[in-house]
């Protein structure tokens, strides 16, 4: 089946700093989603994006579907920024997400 | 419009037991999928219903069964307990068809086997 890798896996950085998340993923998709994950398990939708280029407010997100990987920009990082962040896929021709392992973000004060 | 709900958020059983979870999606959203997550396998895809129909199942035993109703509601259920089942099970509802739509996450049930 379809392989998803997230990079870095943990990633620590000073309130203020940008960061970029990394999903590569090893087959064609027709869906791309990145979430995070409140303390309580709940994961929170943070873009769909099978392709193109996406902004909310201090967060973005790009997926080149051709070259079968999507990022995740973080900008001026906040310390409830401080989640794990997942990418999930949908291999095209399939009905469920695949999750990558995820990156855990810590942002300090 | 109200989110997905999932009941009970928390559950603790014993081994061998058997254990039902509810899922209730967004209102109009026909497909309902089951994820599992643990710390050491991550999130696991359990399976998918729509229109009362599963359509993929992921590969879990035999004891992880599920059921969608007419109003989309879903359950799934859990026989005979194992320990390595405390899990936190998360359901997920997108909007009719084929193909893919934006999936939308449940607040979870946490289940402890003890």
């Known amino acids: 089946g379809i392989q998803v890798e997230q990079s870095p896996p943990d990633l620590i950085l000073q309130e203020g700093a940008n960061s970029t998340l990394r999903c590569n993923f090893s087959?064609?998709?027709?869906?791309l989603q990145w979430f995070h994950q409140n303390p309580w398990g709940q994961l929170i939708n943070l873009f769909y994006?099978?392709?193109g280029t996406k902004q909310n407010g201090r967060l973005s997100a790009t997926t080149v579907a051709t070259e079968r990987y999507s990022l995740l920009y973080i900008s001026s990082s906040q310390t409830p920024d401080s989640r794990v962040y997942f990418c999930a896929v949908v291999n095209t021709g399939f009905q469920k997400l695949v999750f990558g392992t995820g990156t855990r973000l810590l942002v300090s004060p | 419009k109200a989110g997905v709900t999932q009941t009970p958020r928390y559950l603790i059983k014993t081994r061998g037991q058997q254990v039902t979870l509810s899922c209730s999606p967004i209102s109009g959203h026909r497909s309902v999928s089951w994820y599992q997550q643990t710390p050491g396998q991550g999130l696991q895809f359990l399976f998918e219903?729509?229109?009362?129909?599963?359509?993929n199942k992921g590969n879990f035993p035999g004891r992880f069964s599920g059921r969608q109703f007419s109003n989309s509601r879903s359950e799934m259920n859990v026989s005979t307990l194992e320990l390595g089942d405390s899990a936190l099970y998360l359901c997920?509802?997108?909007?009719?068809?084929?193909?893919?739509?934006?999936?939308?996450f449940g607040q979870g049930t946490r289940l402890t086997v003890v």
């Open positions: 087959d064609s998709v027709n869906n």
């Open positions: 994006i099978p392709s």
């Open positions: 219903y729509f229109s009362e129909t599963q359509r």
């Open positions: 997920a509802s997108s909007l009719p068809g084929q193909g893919s739509s934006e999936a939308f």
